[in-house]
């Protein structure tokens, strides 16, 4: 499966295990596939909710920056790369 970078990660709040993300290009939504890639941080998540405002949202578009629900930490500077289906 190829992979296309979307964005990166702004800020990690730990004790929300969420992320802030900023999108530059591609949209994103609930169930697409995304790896965090960085220095010290290489896993793969299906996004399963997402904010901006404190407001859930289906979908982001770029530009807007949101807020994820991540399993692992991440660490600002990492890239986020969007899973696209062969």
């Not at 992320?19 to 530059?24: P, Q, T």
């Not at 169930?31 to 996004?47: A, E, K, L, M, P």
């Amino acid at each position: 499966m190829a992979e296309k970078s979307i964005g990166r990660v702004v800020k990690y709040f730990s004790k929300a295990g969420a992320a802030a993300i900023e999108l530059e290009r591609e949209n994103l939504k609930i169930g697409d596939t995304v790896v965090f890639r960085g220095h010290t941080t290489d896993f793969t998540q299906t996004i399963d909710s997402m904010q901006v405002d404190n407001q859930p949202i289906e979908e982001a578009k770029p530009g807007d920056s949101v807020g994820i629900k991540v399993s692992e930490r991440v660490r600002p500077h990492d890239e986020v790369l969007k899973v696209i289906p062969d």
